[in-house]
């Protein structure tokens, strides 16, 4: 079975612009989760995706928004971009939600902002 | 609000064993996993433990305390490749996910 796959794996933008990231869950899948993950810092939720609805939100500014395509597929999108979100952007998906979540994760976008 | 505190960094040599702590505050608590990252990589997932006990997988184990709030990983017989992140997450009462901020082990001849 494929993995979670995510495009692109780098990319590079400048202040005030704005980003899309997608993720490609293992198939079956229909949860899909996003995480920012920078140095020291561990990884933030960003939200939850499950059949097209989001089910969960972290702490992040509206800037940061997303959404999940019929086919479990999900995309990420950040605008206005700012020098800190730089990061690496991860996917995760899962079979399920809720109680147990086993989480499957991408590559990760390395997104650097200049 | 939620928290999680784990040590940020552990070195040991090989064939030693390593124990990570991980303390945690969160209003809703359904479980405790935890997930290995190496360098460049993504994380991928180790362990999952809902009721208090023990968990072995092989050279690892993680144990949870619900009434202490507290649990650890158990890295036995530790090799080179064992080098790498460690993260503690909870699924808290509404499935979401949170990390804590990892901690670095460094295994050493």
């Known amino acids: 079975k494929a993995g979670v796959t995510q495009t692109p794996r780098y990319l590079i933008k400048t202040r005030g612009q704005q980003v899309t990231l997608s993720c490609s869950p293992i198939?079956?899948?229909?949860?899909v989760s996003w995480y920012q993950q920078t140095p020291g810092q561990g990884l933030q939720f960003l939200f939850e995706?499950?059949?097209?609805?989001?089910?969960n939100k972290g702490n992040f500014p509206g800037r940061f928004s997303g959404r999940q395509f019929s086919n479990s597929r999900s995309e990420m999108n950040v605008s206005t971009l700012e020098l800190g979100d730089s990061a690496l952007y991860l996917c995760?998906?899962?079979?399920?939600?809720?109680?147990?979540?086993?989480?499957?994760f991408g590559p990760g976008t390395r997104l650097t902002v200049l | 609000g939620q928290s999680l505190e784990q040590p940020s960094e552990v070195t040991a040599v090989e064939g030693a064993i390593v124990q990570i702590n991980c303390t945690y505050q969160?209003?809703?608590?359904?479980?405790l996993s935890w997930y290995q990252q190496h360098d460049g990589g993504a994380p991928t997932f180790l362990s999952y433990?809902?009721?208090?006990g023990l968990e072995e997988t092989g050279r690892f184990s993680s144990f949870l305390s619900r009434s202490d709030s507290y649990g650890y990983l158990l890295l036995q017989e530790l090799q080179m490749k064992d080098s790498a992140s460690y993260f503690c997450a909870i699924t808290d009462s509404w499935g979401k996910l949170q990390f804590g901020a990892g901690t670095q082990v460094v295994v050493t001849p």
């Open positions: 969160t209003s809703g608590f359904y479980g």
């Open positions: 995706y499950f059949s097209e609805t989001q089910r």
């Open positions: 433990n809902a009721l208090d």
């Open positions: 198939s079956g899948h229909r949860s």
């Open positions: 995760a998906s899962s079979a399920r939600t809720g109680s147990y979540n086993e989480q499957f």
